[in-house]
């Protein structure tokens, strides 16, 4: 088991087809005790319930409010007396364009992809450099690393690609404390991010740009956040991992 004994916080996770819920379960199942989080609290008990296990925690959690942010790394310390894991992977996008995107949308956008990152990585920070450990692994996307392209409008290329150069600046901060921070960059996954706003039409137009020629699943994206998370890959920091099956080679 790759993170037995670990404490690990996964933000945005109480999706049912989510790419947080499968990280969640794939973490239990390598041995971590994980606290889930979510905005619906509801949603994250019944998350939690499934995960393998006893002792998870499901908590709710406003990344965009820093208050939240401070409470989960409050309360996963008095319950565990540690954080060794930081996934943050709470999220949204938005497909509109440049001139459709009005100021409510782009703060929306920024906040919670890029604001959220900022306020949990301050929240765990403190605890991870008295430990002298810790891994932390931020949602970008390949939308963020091409200019969008795929579903993602102008803002939500922005937000992501800001994940990329704050991950960047924050492995080179922490580096000295052993504090690993990494990225990865999905595209096109197989979840319900998109809301049904794309036809079977445009879907297969997607798909064809592809060279391993499917969507990406849940659980291999889940794949790449437990390397990130784990020992083995104990001497990567600063980098972006790529999950694209081809689409964007670079």
């Known amino acids: 088991m790759l993170l037995k004994g670990k404490i690990a916080?996964?933000?945005?996770?109480?999706?049912?087809?989510?790419?947080?819920?499968?990280?969640?379960?794939?973490?239990?199942?390598?041995?971590?005790?994980?606290?889930?989080?979510?905005?619906?609290?509801?949603?994250?008990?019944?998350?939690?319930?499934?995960?393998?296990?006893?002792?998870?925690?499901?908590?709710?959690?406003?990344?965009?409010?820093r208050a939240d942010c401070d409470k989960v790394a409050a309360r996963t310390l008095a319950r565990f007396g540690r954080i060794d894991v930081l996934i943050n992977n709470a999220g949204i996008t938005s497909p509109k364009r440049l001139m459709d995107t009005?100021?409510?949308?782009?703060?929306?956008?920024?906040?919670?992809?890029?604001?959220?990152?900022?306020?949990?990585?301050?929240a765990v920070v403190p605890a991870m450099r008295a430990q002298r450990s810790g891994s932390i692994v931020n949602m970008s996307s390949a939308s963020g690393q091409r200019g969008g392209g795929i579903f993602g409008g102008s803002a939500y290329a922005?937000?992501?690609?800001?994940?990329?150069?704050?991950?960047?600046?924050?492995?080179?901060?922490?580096?000295?404390?052993?504090?690993?921070?990494?990225?990865?960059?999905?595209?096109?996954?197989?979840?319900?991010?998109?809301?049904?706003?794309?036809?079977?039409?445009?879907?297969?137009?997607?798909?064809?740009?592809?060279?391993?020629?499917?969507?990406?699943?849940?659980d291999e994206i889940a794949g790449c956040y437990l390397f990130l998370a784990s020992d083995l890959a104990g001497y990567v920091t600063g980098s972006e991992l790529d999950i694209n099956g081809g689409s964007h080679i670079h």
């Open 9 to 65: 916080i996964i933000t945005g996770a109480a999706s049912k087809r989510g790419l947080g819920l499968a990280t969640a379960r794939l973490f239990a199942e390598h041995g971590a005790k994980v606290v889930l989080t979510d905005l619906d609290l509801a949603s994250a008990r019944d998350a939690v319930k499934t995960l393998k296990g006893r002792g998870h925690l499901a908590l709710k959690c406003d990344v965009v409010r």
């Open 102 to 122: 009005d100021a409510a949308t782009y703060d929306r956008i920024m906040d919670v992809n890029m604001r959220g990152t900022y306020q949990m990585t301050q």
């Open 158 to 218: 922005a937000a992501k690609s800001a994940i990329l150069g704050y991950t960047k600046a924050s492995a080179r901060e922490l580096g000295p404390d052993n504090i690993r921070v990494n990225a990865i960059c999905p595209s096109m996954i197989d979840t319900d991010i998109t809301g049904g706003t794309l036809s079977t039409a445009q879907m297969s137009g997607i798909v064809a740009t592809v060279p391993m020629g499917r969507l990406g699943t849940a």
